[in-house]
């Protein structure tokens, strides 16, 4: 799969605005590549957890993603697509014009998502089930 989105970068010459990060990077490189990025797009096949959807949120970032879409659609935080190309193009597209309304709404419910905040739910949620 890596070598195949390479060979799209090079043929549609876009290597200088693409950035293909397929290892696990620093949490001081992460940080500058959330500084550098706008949109942050998650072409998933599967996902049970994700700390780069996660870190979007926290950095405000608004995603594409062919995963989670009752979360994306309810938080209002991007859009999601289905694994299709063009279906995948026209996400991206239409966050970049409503880029200042994701933003907005990530800001609105990104303090949801700090660990100080979720912590006390998680152990709520398991004292309850202990119970």
């Known amino acids: 799969v890596v070598s195949y989105i390479k060979e799209l970068i090079k043929k549609y010459d876009v290597k200088d605005r693409v950035k293909l990060f397929p290892f696990f990077i620093s949490e001081k490189e992460k940080l500058k590549i959330f500084k550098r990025s706008h949109i942050v797009l998650l072409p998933y096949k599967l996902i049970s957890t994700s700390g780069v959807l996660q870190d979007s949120i926290k950095y405000c970032r ?16 991007g859009e999601f697509s289905r694994e299709n190309t063009e279906e995948f193009s026209y996400k991206i597209e239409k966050v970049v014009e409503g880029y200042k309304q994701y933003y907005s709404s990530i800001l609105s419910c990104r303090n949801d998502f700090f660990w100080r905040n979720i912590t006390p739910k998680i152990i709520e949620i398991y004292s309850n089930i202990s119970q």
């Open 62 to 77: 608004p995603i594409v993603s062919t995963v989670l879409q009752e979360d994306i659609e309810s938080l209002k935080i």
